[in-house]
């Protein structure tokens, strides 16, 4: 049995209070001398003798109704004592040399107890030794979502179940809202050092700098910060190459107004093209025009394409070989057609798109442990959750109502004294 409220079982030490009255009333009264006392019928003169049960009774009750209505105000819970008496582990851990390495010993142990271990992976892999490591490519908060599933599903039968999950932390967890399990997970995390993601940036050609500072701001300067890790070299140098080719005259004004912003605030570089120059390679590609999208030669797996207009058509064909992100656009870019343009936020628009295409974004600090921790929620069991609550719904209700027996039947007790 737990409680909720465990501050309240102290109200308890209320119960020396009727116990004070108690002996209290008990005291010997001072003898007066009183003339009238000789025509006293001599029965009423003797003195009582021994212990009166009523008051000790009605002592008994006062004292039990304190005692229950501290331990009602401490709201306690029904604990299911099948599942908490006794856990059997599972242990999960990432296949990666850096977490065997950190949780040896505890794995170790584990298959030398004979309890379950397995890799994370596609499907559950049973770790036999530590001496070969599979190779996994991924892994992230929807892989470990997926292998959980499937643990989840290969020991549902099982009850009292405990997971033991090693595994390193990770940034891309910084994403994940929550990750259910149906079984409670004891977490061992560790960060891997060896995979340290550096940071992009852009150099122009007058040697400055183009990077994303501490407060997550674009910043140009002449040299990067010392208290940030970048990369050994830019991840563009010089003019960014930008074609622009799109029917209305308007919408290509005011696209060339928002780079030209950039170029002023940044000091970006960029050569606008309003015709395709077969002898380039663009960086950024802004058209509506079908017939320019499937024109291989003038685009790089790394150029960062906006549809723009009615040339959704094309739209569905267009793939990651050919562009690093396709951006689609139903509307126009003009401060007619467009709210963003009308607002003037088409040049902030198009700096966090430059920002997520070249990667300048810095990386997310990792979670504590305790924050890792309570990414993982156990499921609700249905039916068995229901009892429970049901039960403990029951047991509140039995102990208010035995409260209200006791002050009835101290309330009968002593109204019977008095008269």
Same mark, same amino acid.
Not at 62 to 68: A, P, S, V
Not at 78 to 105: C, G
Not at 294 to 303: L, M, R
């Given at each position: 049995?737990?409680?909720?409220?465990?501050?309240?079982?102290?109200?308890?030490?209320?119960?020396?209070? $009727?116990?004070?009255?108690?002996? +209290?009333?008990? !005291?010997?009264?001072? #003898? #007066? $001398?009183?003339?009238?006392?000789q025509w006293l019928i001599e029965k009423d003169l003797q003195p009582a003798k021994g212990i009166r049960l009523d008051n000790i009774l009605l002592l008994l #009750?006062?004292?039990?109704?304190?005692?229950?209505?501290?331990?009602?105000l401490a709201k306690p819970i029904?604990?299911?004592?099948?599942?908490?008496?006794?856990?059997? !582990?599972?242990?999960?851990?990432? *296949?990666?040399? +850096?977490?065997?390495?950190?949780?040896?010993?505890?794995?170790?142990?584990?298959?030398?107890?004979?309890?379950?271990?397995? +890799?994370?992976? =596609?499907?559950?892999t049973p770790l036999e030794n530590l001496t070969a490591i *599979?190779?996994?490519?991924?892994?992230? $908060?929807l892989v470990l979502q997926t292998f959980l599933n499937e643990v989840d599903a290969l020991h549902s039968p099982e009850k009292g179940i405990q997971y033991e999950l090693y595994m390193t932390n990770d940034v891309s967890f910084g994403d994940a809202s929550t990750i259910y399990t149906s079984s409670p997970i004891s977490l061992h995390s560790v960060v891997d050092s060896s995979q340290k993601v550096l940071q992009n940036y852009l150099s122009l050609t007058n040697n400055k700098k183009v990077f994303v500072n501490n407060a997550q701001l674009l910043t140009v300067g002449d040299v990067l910060p010392s208290n940030l890790k970048f990369a050994n070299?830019?991840?563009?140098?010089?003019?960014?190459?930008?074609?622009? =080719?799109?029917? =209305?005259s308007l919408e290509r004004q005011t696209i060339k107004a928002a780079f030209e912003s950039l170029k002023d605030v940044y000091q970006l570089e960029f050569l606008v093209d309003e015709h395709l120059q077969n002898s380039k390679k663009y960086d950024i590609v802004l058209t509506d025009n079908n017939a320019l999208l499937?024109?291989?030669?003038?685009?790089? *797996?790394?150029?960062l394409c906006f549809v723009l207009g009615n040339a959704t058509g094309s739209f569905a064909e267009l793939n990651q070989e050919r562009f690093r992100e396709v951006v689609s656009l139903s509307e126009r870019l003009t401060p007619q057609t467009s709210e963003m343009v009308y607002n003037g936020q088409l040049p902030e628009w198009l700096g966090e798109w430059l920002v997520k295409d070249f990667g300048l974004n810095r990386s997310r600090a990792l979670?504590?442990?305790?924050?890792?921790?309570?990414?993982? !929620?156990?499921?609700? !069991?249905?039916?068995?959750?229901?009892?429970q609550k049901s039960a403990e719904g029951v047991f509140s209700t039995l102990i208010l109502l035995l409260l209200v027996l006791i002050v009835i039947i101290e309330r009968w007790l002593s109204i019977t004294k008095k008269s």
């Open positions: 049995m737990e409680f909720l409220n465990p501050l309240m079982l102290w109200s308890a030490l209320a119960v020396a209070i $009727p116990i004070a009255l108690h002996f +209290w009333h008990q !005291k010997k009264g001072k #003898l #007066l $001398p009183w003339a009238a006392t #009750l006062r004292c039990l109704l304190l005692l229950l209505l501290a331990f009602y029904l604990k299911n004592t099948a599942t908490s008496d006794h856990h059997s !582990k599972i242990h999960l851990v990432q *296949p990666s040399e +850096w977490v065997v390495n950190n949780f040896r010993f505890e794995i170790e142990g584990a298959l030398t107890k004979g309890e379950k271990v397995y +890799w994370i992976s =596609d499907a559950p *599979p190779t996994v490519s991924d892994f992230d $908060p070299t830019a991840v563009h140098q010089g003019v960014i190459e930008v074609l622009l =080719d799109t029917k =209305d499937q024109n291989q030669t003038a685009f790089t *797996p790394q150029t979670l504590s442990a305790k924050q890792l921790q309570s990414i993982f !929620k156990v499921r609700s !069991k249905g039916n068995q959750a229901l009892r």
